[in-house]
């Protein structure tokens, strides 16, 4: 095992790590920029070193600076958390020749999986299912008729250079997909200056589904079953859970199979994760895998009861896995949120500030990954997600409602966060339901914003209370009598004329 | 005690009083009776009849920030004195009467000079009272009632004139 490991990440995702090492005897190394002097994963490591700027590209990726700060302190392996360096070839090939051990797998699969064209041939050729498509030179009519008749209906056309539902047009039969091509091709070309189209199967219900793999360097690879991350804002993440609401023992057999298969193709090693899109009649296509630990691995873990990260370690250090594929259970349900410091009043931008308080939830089967504190600024030079919370439960509902609960006893004052949007997402009744699709949040929250109802009574009354408490000037009482001796005094309230 | 709160844009005009273990809380004309205590530094506990109220409360470097059933609110205590004009005309409270009742206190005469905050004079209303403040620092014009008289909403309680023009 390793005896001392760099962590080159910064918030809740360095903590987690630092804490796995720690469980297992490991010293842990710190790199921070300027910003987070003060943050818990410097607190919390053995050694910090300090990368200056807080700019990304001076710190946490910035290269040399992580390689040298590693062999400063001696250090035999980094763990490159998720996001920043994590997924860069580059980076896990510098380690490499430095003698230091990059935590996740090998820099050509890093390579191959960040291309995703050559990671769907590659999946193609191994017999995993992708999205039919034709992303080829030919662009004459014929042609692209021709490959569309192939793919099946209904399909996309996509502009190359698209965006924003520019250029696009699903059709649903033949006849019509020859004049679909050329419009689409028109309106790119007037918007784009490129007239270039894809075709592609149009996945109508789309779901996001995949599946975590663990794979140790002696060719032995497990799925640890699915997570279902359809609940997607901008492409982005806000609420996983696992199991996912349409899973079937079957499909899951044939997904977890599909995702040692595709692992396997591409000579992976470490924790990944194998992403697939599920359409309305289940049918599922590869979509990528992401070579790294998961924002949302957390719920894995809760209801696996297997630790990932220590994981990564324990393979990482040449260990063979212990674990079988037929002795993993699920056991109940566990959902994530990420809590962003983020202003849904505010076209959901980034909120900074100082985080004047900062108190979690706890409770049973309640869990938050965090790196922040009070006192703490958010700034706009990270990523603005300031924590985890994960819960689980014996089934679905239970863990909703653990989820609401949990959250309305987050307490986060100083900068805006998105807690009640994710109260209000989690207690819709397509979401309670488990009708959910990567479309969800645009149907059903589109133009959501908090309602302004102002200050309720309940503010008003703690307000007045705690300034009073906490003013210095002496109250002066009501009814004072200028006669100290006054009868008057000791009656308390009364009324005249009325019976008691 | 007489605090002015501003969130979203908006000022609420509230009196609170500290009478033995009881917090009077004055606000959009009613009077709020309530018990509290503050468990731990920043958390508050308040009984108000059946109702408990458990909120938390930070104050950060401009702004309070209120923690109650879940959400969160961004308040700023005011001054309606001095600077901002405009708005201290039109929030800086009012003398009329906010209820139909029985006056059962009357604290000032003509000719008393007043501060601002100051109890004028207390009127009962469905075995609530509500006290009439001086909204501005001043000398007492004219008293338009006394002990046990009834009053209507919206009736002139007592005639203010304001410190710097009198």
């Known amino acids: 095992m390793f005896e001392k490991v760099l962590i080159a990440n910064r918030g809740e995702i360095a903590v987690r790590i630092i804490k796995a090492c720690q469980e297992m005897g490991i010293k842990t190394v710190a790199v921070y ?42 250090a035999d392996a980094i763990h490159p958390g998720y996001g920043f360096l994590a997924e860069n070839p580059d980076f896990a090939q510098a380690c490499k020749s430095k003698g230091i051990k990059f935590i996740g797998p090998s820099p050509d699969v890093i390579s191959l999986m960040g291309d995703k064209i050559a990671a769907k041939k590659t999946m193609e050729q191994a017999g995993v299912p992708v ?76 779901r996001h589904i995949e599946f975590q793999i663990l794979a140790d360097e002696h060719g032995n690879t497990i799925h640890l079953f699915e997570r279902e991350c359809s609940v997607q804002r901008r492409h982005q993440k806000i609420i996983e859970e696992t199991p996912s609401p349409v899973m079937t023992p079957e499909l899951r057999e044939k997904m977890g199979n599909a995702a040692v298969k595709a692992s396997k193709a591409a000579g992976y090693y470490n924790a990944g994760t194998v992403e697939f899109m599920v359409d309305g009649d289940l049918n599922f296509y590869f979509m990528e895998m992401n070579t790294r630990l998961q924002v949302e691995h957390p719920i894995t873990e809760m209801t696996t009861g297997i630790d990932l990260a220590k994981w990564q370690l324990k393979i990482a250090s040449g260990m063979e896995l212990t674990l079988k594929q037929e002795d993993l259970i699920q056991r109940g349900h566990a959902i994530e949120c990420r809590i962003y410091a983020e202003d849904p009043s505010n076209g959901f931008l980034p909120s900074i500030g100082t985080l004047e308080r900062v108190e979690s939830p706890t409770g049973p089967n309640v869990r938050n990954d965090t790196g922040i504190y009070a006192g703490m600024e958010v700034t706009p030079y990270y990523d603005p997600m300031l924590s985890k919370l994960v819960v689980s439960s014996e089934n679905r509902a239970e863990s909703i409602n653990k989820m609401i609960w949990a959250l309305s006893r987050y307490v986060v004052l100083g900068v805006t966060t998105n807690i009640p949007f994710l109260q209000k997402v989690l207690s819709h009744k397509e979401f309670k339901a488990g009708n959910i699709t990567t479309h969800f949040i645009d149907n059903y929250f589109k133009d959501w914003t908090i309602a302004k109802e102002g200050l309720p009574i309940a503010a008003i009354m703690s307000l007045a209370v705690y300034d009073s408490m906490h003013s210095r000037t002496q109250e002066t009482v009501r009814y004072k009598e200028s006669d100290p001796h006054s009868p008057w005094k000791h009656v308390g309230r009364w009324r005249m004329g009325v019976e008691e | 005690m007489f605090i002015n709160y501003e969130c979203e844009n908006h000022v609420y005009n509230v009196s609170v009083e500290r009478r033995k273990n009881h917090y009077f809380i004055t606000y959009d004309n009613a009077e709020y009776k309530v018990k509290a205590e503050e468990t731990k530094p920043g958390h508050l506990k308040i009984k108000l009849g059946d109702r408990i109220i458990k909120s938390v409360i930070t104050k950060g470097k401009e702004d309070k920030f209120v923690f109650v059933d879940g959400d969160v609110f961004k308040v700023k205590n005011v001054e309606l004195t001095g600077a901002g004009k405009t708005r201290k005309k039109k929030e800086e409270g009012t003398l009329d009467s906010p209820i139909s009742g029985k006056v059962v206190n009357v ?46 909403i919206e009736q002139n309680t007592v005639e203010l004139t304001k410190e710097e023009e009198a």
């Open chain 1, 33 to 74: 920029s300027d910003v987070d002097k003060k943050a818990p994963h410097v607190q919390l490591a053995d050694e910090s070193i300090n990368l200056g700027d807080p700019t990304p590209i001076e710190s946490y990726l910035n290269i040399p600076k992580i390689i040298k700060s590693a062999q400063d302190v001696g």
């Open chain 1, 131 to 206: 999205i039919p498509g034709y992303h080829g030179a030919k662009q004459d009519n014929a042609s692209l008729v021709n490959e569309g008749k192939k793919i099946g209906f209904p399909l996309l056309v996509k502009a190359a250079a698209g965006g924003g539902g520019k250029g696009m047009r699903i059709v649903h039969s033949e006849d019509v997909l020859e004049e679909s091509i050329e419009s689409a091709k028109r309106e790119s070309k007037s918007s784009f200056g490129n007239d270039t189209v894809f075709l592609e199967k149009y996945i109508d219900r789309p």
């Open chain 2, 107 to 152: 604290k000032v005469k003509k000719g008393d000079k007043v501060k601002k905050g100051d109890a004028l004079m207390v009127i009962e209303a469905m075995k609530m009272e509500y006290i009439i403040r001086a909204p501005y620092g001043g000398k007492v014009k004219k008293v338009n009632f006394k002990e046990k008289d009834q009053i209507e």
